[in-house]
C-alpha cells in the first residue's frame, strides 16, 4: 500500500517568498504531492505551485510589492486592509498575471485552505469539494491579517487568517490521512513566538469577534506547541522539514525587493541542499 504524502505550507506575509522559493524547485524538479495544505501566505503559493506557473509567485509577489494599490499605509487608512485585497486577489490573478484555472482544474493534488472562525476562533479548512469553482475566496480569507485586512464572509463564516488558528496545518495533513508529510516553514531552526503585547487593541478592533480576542491571546502558544509536535515527528522521520538556514530580516509586511528576492533564492537554494536527502526520505515511505 502507498503512504499519503502531504505537503504543508507555513504563512507569514512576504515571508513566503521563501517558499516560492523552495516550489519553483519543486516545479523544476517535477516534484508533486497527492494532497496540499497551506494558510495565508502559504495557501497563496500552493494554488499557483499546483496551476504549475513557475515564477508566478515571485513575479507577483516582488513586481508588484512597490505598488500601492498592492500593499500601502494608504490602502490601511482608506479601506482598512493594508494589502489592496480586490487588486490582490481579482484584478491581478485575473487581468494582470493570470492564474490557469484550467491547470488547477485539471489537477489532482488535493489542495486545503485553512482559514480562521472569527466567532469561534477555530480553524476552518476548505477543500476542492467546498470551494469548487471559488478557490480566491477561501483563499482571500486565509490572507487577511488581523488589523490589515477585513473579515471576509465565504459559506456562511466570517473568517480571518488562517495562520492565527492553525499555523502551520500538520495535523490537519494528518487526519486527512497522510501519514508522512513535507514541510516548508518561514522562519528559521530555534525561532521561538514571543506572546502579543497587543491585547487591549484586540479586545476593542474585534469587541464583535469573541473567537478572534481569544485566539490572538493564544497565538504564541499555539505556535511554539505546534513546532514542538514537529519536532517530535522530525525524530521519528515522519515528517522532513524544509526552513530558513539563515535568519532574514524580512518582515511580514516587508517591501525590500532585494531582501524579499534573496529570501526567494534562499528558498530554492535550501531546497536544492537538500535535494538528494529528500528524494531519498521520499523514496523510503511510498
Known amino acids: 500500500m502507498h503512504t499519503k504524502i ?3 505550507l507555513e504563512g507569514g506575509g512576504m515571508r513566503g517568498l521563501y517558499t516560492a522559493g523552495v516550489l519553483d524547485f519543486f516545479l523544476e524538479n517535477k516534484i508533486e504531492f497527492p494532497y496540499v495544505i497551506g494558510v495565508s501566505a502559504g495557501a497563496c503559493n500552493a494554488a499557483s505551485y499546483i496551476s504549475k506557473q513557475w515564477g508566478r509567485n515571485k513575479r507577483v509577489n516582488i513586481g508588484f510589492v512597490r505598488d500601492s494599490k498592492y500593499m500601502s499605509f494608504r490602502n490601511l487608512l482608506r479601506k482598512g486592509e493594508l494589502f489592496g485585497m480586490d ?3 481579482d484584478v491581478i490573478p485575473n487581468q494582470i ?3 490557469d484555472y484550467e491547470e488547477f482544474k485539471r489537477s489532482e ?3 486545503v485552505v485553512g482559514t480562521t472562525n472569527c466567532y469561534t476562533g477555530d480553524p476552518v479548512y476548505f477543500g ?5 469553482e471559488d478557490l480566491l475566496t477561501p483563499i482571500r480569507a486565509s490572507s487577511s491579517l488581523p488589523f490589515a485586512a477585513p473579515v471576509v464572509t465565504f459559506q456562511g463564516y466570517h473568517l480571518l487568517d488562517g495562520g492565527i488558528s492553525d499555523p502551520i496545518p500538520i495535523k490537519k495533513a494528518e487526519q486527512d490521512g497522510c501519514t508522512r508529510n513535507v514541510i516548508v516553514l518561514t522562519q528559521h531552526e530555534g525561532y521561538v513566538k514571543a506572546p502579543s503585547r497587543l491585547h487591549f487593541l484586540v479586545k476593542r478592533k474585534y469587541a ?3 473567537g478572534v480576542v ?6 504564541w502558544k499555539i505556535y511554539n506547541r505546534t513546532l514542538e509536535y514537529i519536532a517530535q515527528l522530525e525524530r521519528g522521520n515522519k515528517v522532513f522539514v524544509i526552513r530558513p538556514t539563515q535568519s532574514l530580516e524580512v518582515s511580514r509586511v516587508e517591501r525590500n525587493q532585494r531582501r524579499l528576492t534573496k529570501l526567494y533564492d534562499l528558498g530554492w537554494q535550501d531546497t536544492a541542499d537538500v535535494y538528494r ?3 531519498e526520505w521520499l523514496k523510503t515511505v511510498k
Open 6 to 8: 502531504g505537503l504543508v
Open 87 to 89: 487588486y490582490v486577489f
Open 97 to 99: 498575471v493570470p492564474f
Open 109 to 111: 493534488t488535493e489542495f
Open 128 to 132: 476542492r469539494k467546498d470551494y469548487k
Open 208 to 210: 464583535h469577534y469573541p
Open 214 to 219: 481569544r485566539i490572538l491571546e493564544n497565538r
Open 277 to 279: 536527502s529528500l528524494t
